[in-house]
């Protein structure tokens, strides 16, 4: 059963914005840390966003902070990332994973960065392009 979807990439001009969603039909999401990275080509993937359980505590990545949101609505089992002012450099494969280890991860992310690996279940990616 697939259990993590993400949509909402697009093609879209430096300084607009985006809304990328993630729900996730295979998993009891209260139960989950969820978290956005994104993967350019020939680039790591690497951490954009994270939110606790609840949706009381998140991180963000230095490079996005105070462009991009992350949110979470558990009555619909789906996570937001909405990207404002967005840069050519924010071009990449967006991903949604999920963990349930627990906030602990929201908290550890804030000294040691959003680590992939610490993610356990991943959807299959969505595109942004941001042209110049």
């Known amino acids: 059963q697939v259990q993590v979807v993400e949509s909402g990439g697009d093609l879209v001009q430096a300084g607009g914005s985006l809304r990328l969603s993630c729900t996730t039909p295979g998993l009891t999401f209260d139960d989950y840390v969820m978290g956005w990275f994104r993967q350019a080509p020939g680039q790591e993937r690497e951490g954009v966003a994270c939110i606790s359980r609840s949706g009381g505590n998140t991180n963000y990545a230095e490079s996005v902070k105070g462009r991009f949101t992350i949110s979470r609505d558990n009555t619909k089992k789906t996570v937001y990332l909405q990207m404002n002012s967005l840069k050519p450099e924010d071009t990449a494969m967006y991903y949604c994973?999920?963990?349930?280890?627990?906030?602990?991860?929201?908290?550890?992310?804030?000294?040691?960065?959003?680590?992939?690996?610490?993610?356990?279940?991943w959807g299959q990616g969505t595109q942004v392009t941001v042209s110049s």
């Open positions: 994973a999920a963990d349930s280890s627990g906030d602990v991860l929201v908290q550890t992310s804030k000294l040691l960065g959003i680590d992939p690996g610490l993610f356990s279940i």
